[in-house]
């Protein structure tokens, strides 16, 4: 497995991939109307792009004989300041593998390029959303010292989901 930043050229894959991983997690939760609408505001190619080019993010990939496997994002800003307990809190946006990909390694590589990224920038603590009903999600961040600090919500077209903010303090 190959890691290496995104570029403008695999925003189409990755808004396949960030479109795929989320529907066939998440996708029964919702209605077909809220599903489209919130797919297309957050996992457009058009979106995808703007996201790799903002000097706020980075965004790594996990590739295996030139086939996209997963993703990760960073926004080297704090997503939720109510709820900081360090003075350069950033935000794991989305850490996502393919959903045939579960499994093999590739989340763990995207987390510790994250947590290296985060010390490189010198951040001194990192916070993600995951749902509140995502056990196996919660349990892989709780694996990387990530502990539970708020509950919050996260919204799916008109559907509010409950989540739970996770943050690891480096």
């Known amino acids: 497995m190959n890691l ?29 109307e809220d599903l489209a609408n ?25 590739e295996q004989d030139g086939q996209l496997l997963g993703y990760c994002k960073l926004v080297m ?4 300041p109510e709820h900081a307990r360090g ?10 593998t393919a959903p045939e990909a579960t499994g093999q ?5 995207l987390m510790e ?6 010390v490189t920038f ?5 916070q993600l959303s995951v749902y509140s009903d995502n056990p196996g999600a919660q349990k892989f961040y709780a694996r990387y010292g990530f502990e539970k600090v708020a509950d919050i919500h996260f919204m799916v077209g008109e ?9 690891k303090v480096l």
Not at 46 to 51: F, G, L, P, Q
């Open 159 to 167: 559907q509010r989901d409950e989540e739970f903010l996770f943050a």
């Open 77 to 80: 800003v704090c997503g939720w």
């Open 4 to 32: 290496r930043p995104a570029t403008p050229a695999d925003a189409a894959a990755l808004s396949r991939l960030g479109t795929d991983s989320f529907v066939a997690k998440f996708g029964h939760l919702y209605t077909a």
């Open 113 to 118: 390029w994250a947590l290296g990224e985060a």
């Open 87 to 96: 003075q350069r809190a950033i935000e794991l946006k989305q850490l996502y």
């Open 38 to 62: 919130f797919l297309a505001g957050s996992h457009s190619e058009s979106k995808v792009a703007k996201e790799i080019t903002e000097p706020t993010m980075r965004v790594m990939l996990a």
């Open 105 to 109: 390694g590739i989340g763990a590589a």
């Open 122 to 126: 010198g951040a001194d603590e990192i």
